[in-house]
């Protein structure tokens, strides 16, 4: 498995800041969906019956500058990851001022992480990089069921800005 995502613009880097600001406001964990055409956040609660609570979706061409992503293997062309928001959140932090941010799976210590990388121009006109890894967990194949797309009723959709498609039933 494989994925890289970079963001060259301050503004797209935060507007991505953002919404997972309003994420983590929402929850404390939920599933990073990553798709060749899609990523998706997803916040479920199974303590009411189970079933999708918020369903987010970015058009990474229209959001990411460079965005490569090999899944589990070409019939599974799909990686699930299991994440904390708020530490998503706290390695964000730098990336509000940020010129360049980079999304990374890597594997660290023999565990998955997520890396997220900054370049960040101060004041005096100095380049400081920033790098943090949050511990991550892949979720097996065998989980993906239970996030998968939520059954929408006919309604209109609308696509904002960055690629984020909000729905109103």
Not at 148 to 165: E, L, M
């Amino acid at each position: 498995m494989k994925f890289r995502a970079k963001l060259h613009n301050s503004t797209t880097i935060n507007k991505f800041t953002k919404i997972i600001t309003g994420v983590s406001k929402m929850a404390k964990s939920g599933v990073l969906r990553l798709t060749p055409d899609k990523l998706f956040l997803i916040l479920g609660d199974k303590s009411f019956g189970g079933g999708v609570s918020l369903w987010i979706e970015l058009d990474p061409i229209r959001f990411f500058d460079d965005y490569i992503m090999d899944g589990l293997s070409a019939l599974a062309n799909e990686i699930y990851i299991e994440i904390m928001f708020e530490e998503l959140l706290r390695a964000l932090k730098p990336a509000q001022q940020a010129r360049l941010l980079k999304l990374r799976l890597i594997k660290k210590h023999n565990n998955p992480c997520l890396s997220i990388d900054t370049e960040v121009i101060s004041s005096a006109m100095t380049e400081r990089q920033f790098s943090c890894d949050i511990p991550i967990h892949l979720l097996a194949h065998k989980h993906w069921i239970d996030f998968q797309a939520p059954n929408i009723p006919p309604c209109d959709k609308y696509n904002v800005p960055f690629g984020v498609g909000i729905v109103v039933t």
